[in-house]
């Protein structure tokens, strides 16, 4: 029996040192990143010592990992049964249990976490938030308390058990969290009207009244008591002392910005719904504009009530200029003045307001865009084309597929007008990858294609999708047309250049010369000649086309 003993311990010292070479190796591979190689050791370690719990919880964090996390949860499940009093096997269960959103469970373990460690109060707002998402309100309301006695009474605590109690409707337990809290701060009026509030949400509107009483008498300009007062006076219908609490709330300097947009708001909707004078509004807006620091965000909504009430532009564009002077870096009051710009046709005002914009909003597209076409419609194509490069500059992969499309296809057409065809096909590629149904770049694009004899099929099937998208466009229906001719099918050709002439109300002369080269090629050369005339009329410069008209055929173009 003694040999059997000794052999028994020996054994047992093998396999014990056998587990810690294999469970230093696994960690040294963990360390240098070589998590197969880790893997494999951990599954040789349980293979020796299925009661290893070091190893079972380095296996359950790869398999996490891996994504499988129900076999992560077996592991750290396990893990945290053979070693109880871990911490980190504890947590790291808890944290797998709320991944797999077991909520419950996930409480139990915290639970018991924290009876090991109470110094730990995080814990506590774990359980909290633990016990809120599985409803268990009453485990909530013994939590908010634990906490309550490590730290005392707090507003967020409790307004979180007032609030609890109000879901189990249990409104006498919910005003007294409220009243304790503002009875044990008697100086902090914020408390006393926080349970005024509370009072008029259990309808005892007359007791509210009375504190609120109170704290304005102490605190002429607690604006939130103000804000509190007027919603009591709003209650009772009495609209008087409402309306004059809302003129000493706007321009209290104590008021939030977000509350004075808030009531301005309210103001609106009242006013649009009672047919309210509306001068009373902007006096109210221009009154709160006038106090020291004003709001950009109050400006804008000013403009915004100003334009839904059709007043004169130049009175908007005023209050937005206002908002801008207070802000210089908001992009949607410059984006607004930008678009009167734009339906001015002022390209002076638009270029100047969008290099400022690309100052204090350097990744909004949109001014790129607009200052390019203003320098387009200024014909100054060299600056046109470096505000749509630095455009492109800000594109993400969140930007707007439409506004990129249009950028590349501007790009395009001022990289054709400077003879720079490559690079104007490959912005046109840009362009139909992000929209491929931008009609303007397919028609531009195998236009060019059919001037160049370049890839005439893929610029006919360019073209064919314009014409089914606006059969009455004459300027699509003239490159359709254009493209067939430079494949010779003059017939076909022919149809589709009639179209565009009888759609072409301004009488294109290139339209015009067109129609004349498919019907003198069509042997019907009387046609034709009426055609060059009439454009002949429209581009008296045009050589080609006198020699047409001199020699009556057609003369291809150089």
């Given amino acids: 029996m003694l040999g059997f003993c000794l052999h028994t311990k020996a054994d047992d010292y093998e396999r014990r040192r056998e587990y810690d070479t294999f469970f230093l190796d696994a960690m040294l591979e963990r360390q240098k990143g070589n998590a197969d190689a880790a893997f494999d050791l ?45 911490p980190i096997y504890i947590e790291t269960l808890a944290q797998s249990l709320i991944a797999l959103e077991r909520y419950g469970q996930a409480a139990e373990v915290i639970e018991k976490l924290y009876n090991i460690d109470k110094s730990r109060q995080e814990l506590l707002e774990m ?22 006695a490590i730290d005392g009474k707090s507003e967020r605590i409790s ?3 007032s609030s609890i109690y109000m879901q189990l409707d249990n409104r006498e337990a919910s005003l007294k969290e409220i009243k304790e ?16 509030n509370t009072l008029m949400m259990d309808d005892q509107r007359e007791e509210a009244r009375k504190v609120l009483v109170d704290v304005l008498r102490e605190e002429p300009n607690n604006y939130r008591a103000q804000l509190s007062m007027h919603t009591y006076y709003m209650a009772i219908g009495d609209s008087l002392h409402a309306d004059s609490l809302t003129h000493s709330i706007l321009i209290n300097p104590n008021t939030s ?32 504009l006038a106090q020291p620091k004003p709001s950009a965000t109050i400006a804008e909504l000013c403009a915004a009530y100003m334009n839904l009430k059709k007043m004169p532009r130049d009175s908007i564009e005023q209050m937005l200029q206002l908002a801008l002077q207070l ?89 054709h007008q400077k003879g720079r065809q490559q690079e104007a096909f490959a912005a046109y590629d840009s362009c139909l990858q992000w929209k491929p149904d931008n009609i303007g770049c397919l028609n ?112 291809k173009k150089k």
């Fill in 42 to 86: 951990l599954r040789r370690c349980l293979e020796i010592d299925s009661t290893a719990s070091e190893a079972w919880f380095y296996l359950g964090a790869y398999y996490s990992e891996m994504k499988m996390q129900d076999r992560a949860l077996a592991y750290f499940t396990r893990a945290s049964q053979l070693s109880p009093d871990t």
């Fill in 127 to 148: 359980l909290y938030r633990l016990y809120l998402q599985t409803q268990d309100f009453e485990n909530a309301i013994a939590t908010l308390e634990r906490m309550e």
């Fill in 159 to 161: 307004l979180a058990k």
């Fill in 181 to 196: 809290l503002s009875e044990r701060y008697p100086n902090d009026m914020n408390y006393r009207t926080l349970y005024a």
């Fill in 257 to 288: 910005d977000e509350d004075k947009i808030s009531m301005l708001r309210q103001e609106i909707g009242h006013s649009e719904q009672t047919n309210g004078d509306s001068t009373q509004v902007l006096a109210l807006f221009h009154e709160v």
């Fill in 327 to 415: 802000s210089p870096d908001n992009a949607s009051a410059r984006l607004q003045l930008v678009q009167y710009a734009w339906e001015d046709g002022n390209e002076n005002r638009i270029i100047e307001l969008c290099k400022a914009a690309r100052q204090y909003n350097p990744d909004e597209m949109a001014f790129y865009y607009y200052q390019g076409i203003a320098y387009y419609r200024k014909e100054d194509t060299d600056n046109a084309l470096e505000a749509f490069k630095n455009g492109i500059s800000v594109i993400t992969d969140e930007s707007n597929p439409a506004i990129v499309s249009d950028f590349y296809s501007v790009m395009g057409d001022l990289l």
């Fill in 444 to 555: 531009n694009y195998a236009y060019y294609l059919s001037e160049l004899g370049w890839q005439l099929e893929r610029a006919e099937q360019m073209s064919y999708k314009t014409i089914k998208a606006e059969p009455k466009n004459g300027t699509y229906l003239d490159t359709y047309a254009w493209i067939l001719f430079m494949q010779e099918r003059y017939s076909e050709a022919r149809v589709y250049i009639e179209q565009a002439v009888q759609n072409d109300t301004t009488r294109s002369g290139v339209i015009l010369e067109h129609a004349g080269d498919i019907h003198a090629l069509c042997n019907n050369m009387d046609q034709a000649l009426e055609y060059w005339q009439e454009a002949f009329l429209k581009m008296p410069d045009n050589k080609l086309l006198r020699k047409k008209i001199k020699k009556k055929k057609y003369i």
